[in-house]
């Protein structure tokens, strides 16, 4: 599976921006996709995750301001960051979660996009 995310940028305090990640690939249904991050200085962190069947969880910190979704049929996952703090300043990997052939758990990553988040 190649992951391909779109939508960094740099936006103000306050301000909102959606981010994408497509998938393309030998793709298996059902599957697990997660947004995490990686903040300056910090280690990778879990935001939000969906599955096939929509069910989501989120970090605490984003409960509220960030929104995942998907569209199965264009194996494309969405986060939309409202109320951006310059805390969110971060790059963003998407991560795709699919069991395959002989039960085999594969887990795949996307090369990240970088959201900065202005004061």
């Known amino acids: 599976v190649q992951l391909q995310a779109y939508g960094g940028g740099l936006v103000q305090a306050g301000g909102s921006l959606r981010v994408s990640c497509v998938a393309s690939?030998?793709?298996?249904?059902?599957?697990?996709v997660g947004w995490y991050r990686q903040r300056p200085g910090k280690q990778r962190e879990s935001v939000a995750q969906?599955?096939?069947?929509?069910?989501?969880n989120y970090a605490d910190s984003v409960k509220g301001r960030f929104a995942i979704s998907r569209d199965n049929a264009k194996n494309t996952v969405y986060l939309e960051m409202n109320s951006l703090k310059p805390e969110d300043t971060a790059v963003y990997y998407c991560?795709?979660?699919?069991?395959?052939?002989?039960?085999?758990?594969?887990?795949?990553w996307g090369q990240g996009t970088l959201v900065t988040v202005s004061s």
């Open positions: 991560n795709w979660n699919q069991r395959e052939r002989f039960g085999l758990v594969r887990n795949y």
């Open positions: 690939g030998s793709i298996f249904s059902p599957n697990a």
């Open positions: 969906i599955t096939t069947s929509g069910s989501t």
